[in-house]
């Protein structure tokens, strides 16, 4: 089974600062990669897939890249929206396995 | 924009069978573009993929829950449903129901998740 090393598991950060996650699969994954920002009691929210298409109204500032075994969620400039927790999750149609989220926190 | 949402009991006792649907709006699930998956997240811990089913009924699930986990599909309804049997306290945890996501990109749409504790 493909295992999902997601760092770092906190993150402190300001508003207008420039955030990077990473992902790392235990085996080659190509792109089959996505990433969901969510919310305390909200539906978990897609934002990218296949590893760096970003899903339609998610703002720009979002970005995603990589492609095989390293990937990275890359937030341009911190928004008071986006302070939430962020998790990556690899997918082959029925099989997936995720990360272990990154909480996005105010400093 | 497809809308899922969990359904069924918060409580359910030790050695037991825990059930829940999730009937989605918005589209219809015998579309064939998605599976219909379950993930589960224990209280401080990461997320786990539990197993998805596809509109025909074919079913995959996670190895190490294999053996008490059962998911179909309703067309009927549209709805899906997920039956874990033999729960502990280890199975507490926030249930979520969700699509898969397509070649093309769509999908990803997931329920807000329902909290399921085990106990006496």
């Known amino acids: 089974d493909i295992q999902m090393t997601q760092s770092p598991s906190t993150l402190s950060a300001s508003v207008g600062d420039r955030v990077t996650i990473t992902c790392r699969a235990s085996?080659?994954?190509?792109?089959?990669l996505a990433w969901y920002q969510q919310k305390p009691g909200k539906a978990p929210k897609l934002l990218i897939s296949k590893a760096s298409t970003l899903e339609s109204g998610v703002p720009s500032r979002f970005s995603g890249s990589g492609s095989g075994t390293e990937f990275t969620l890359t937030i341009s400039s911190l928004q008071p929206d986006d302070f939430a927790t962020y998790f990556c999750q690899q997918y082959n149609g029925y099989s997936w396995t995720f990360g272990q989220g990154t909480k996005v926190e105010i400093k | 924009q497809l809308q899922l949402q969990e359904s069924g009991p918060g409580l359910v006792k030790p050695s037991e069978t825990l059930t829940l649907t999730c009937p989605v709006s918005?589209?219809?699930?015998?579309?064939?573009?998605?599976?219909w998956g379950w993930v589960r997240q224990p209280p401080g811990k990461g997320l786990e993929w539990i197993g998805s089913?596809?509109?025909?009924?074919?079913?995959y699930y996670n190895p190490s829950l294999k053996s008490r986990v059962t998911m179909s599909v309703d067309t009927s309804k549209n709805q899906f449903s997920l039956k874990l049997s033999s729960v502990s306290v280890a199975d507490t945890a926030v249930y979520h129901c969700?699509?898969?996501?397509?070649?093309?990109?769509?999908?990803?749409?997931w329920g807000q998740g329902t909290l399921v504790t085990v106990s006496s």
């Open positions: 969700a699509s898969s996501i397509a070649v093309t990109g769509t999908g990803g749409y």
């Open positions: 918005g589209g219809s699930i015998s579309s064939g573009t998605y599976y």
């Open positions: 085996d080659s994954i190509s792109v089959w």
């Open positions: 089913v596809y509109y025909t009924g074919s079913a």
